[in-house]
T-cell receptor
Framework: SAVISQKPSRDICQRGTSLTIQCQVDSQVTMMFWYRQQPGQSLTLIAT?????????ESGFVIDKFPISRPNLTFSTLTVSNMSPEDSSIYLC?????????FGEGSRLTVL | GNSVTQMEGPVTLSEEAFLTINCTYT??????LFWYVQYPGEGLQLLLKATKADDKGSNKGFEATYRKETTSFHLEKGSVQVSDSAVYFC????????????FGGGTRVLVKP
């Protein structure tokens, strides 16, 4: 299994600012992903965080808005840039280990 | 593209009632199917999975059978408890799509004592 810790667990942010979410896994994993869960909706994949190379973004998500880092096999960050109220969501980190996908508890962002 | 459709909630039940949450899917390849559960204030947890047609996944009294002919993966539990109150997500992963998970919209279940 894999235990995933995310920080911050929640935050209230001002419009136009940026926030970086950290994701730490307790073991080395090959694949890490970032999801968004907008209020009352399902999870949408933002990007795959690739170790040592640029993240792979899904349609509708771009690097300038959601820059991602993955410096090693246990850690990744997601930045939500130039935030607007529409970015208010839960952002979840996930990691794939032994064929199973594990999720962090999520970071709940509210943008005023 | 791939998609997952599940019944909308909330579903409100009394303790010991029978629970069914319908889930159907569309996939270009031969997907694996999953049910995830999100308890209040917690992250998603894998509840059960099935990787090929006619497989039955089971865990904590929940069951779901992979039905290729009806492209369905309905979740069932014979006797729910208050502690089963959560949001349940049906999902699929498809090798043709890089094994990325596609989620359904989620179904909130509330079990009353």
């Amino acid at each position: 299994s894999a235990v995933i810790s995310q920080k911050p667990s929640r935050d209230i942010c001002q419009r136009g600012t940026s926030l970086t979410i950290q994701c730490q896994v307790d073991s080395q994993v090959t694949m890490m992903f970032w999801y968004r869960q907008q209020p009352g909706q399902s999870l949408t994949l933002i990007a795959t965080a690739n170790q040592g190379s640029e993240a792979t973004y899904e349609s509708g998500f771009v690097i300038d808005k959601f820059p991602i880092s993955r410096p090693n096999l246990t850690f990744s960050t997601l930045t939500v840039s130039n935030m607007s109220p529409e970015d208010s969501s839960i952002y979840l980190c996930s990691a794939q280990n032994t064929g199973e996908l594990f999720f962090g508890e999520g970071s709940r962002l509210t943008v005023l | 593209g791939n998609s997952v459709t599940q019944m909308e909630g909330p579903v409100t039940l009394s303790e010991e009632a029978f629970l069914t949450i319908n889930c159907t899917y569309t996939a270009t390849g031969y997907p694996s199917l999953f049910w995830y559960v999100q308890y209040p204030g917690e992250g998603l947890q894998l509840l059960l999975k099935a990787t090929k047609a006619d497989d039955k996944g089971s865990n904590k009294g929940f069951e779901a059978t992979y039905r290729k002919e009806t492209t369905s993966f309905h979740l069932e539990k014979g006797s729910v408890q208050v502690s089963d109150s959560a949001v349940y997500f049906c999902a699929l992963s498809d090798l043709a799509a890089g094994n990325k998970l596609t989620f359904g919209g989620g179904t909130r279940v509330l079990v009353k004592p």
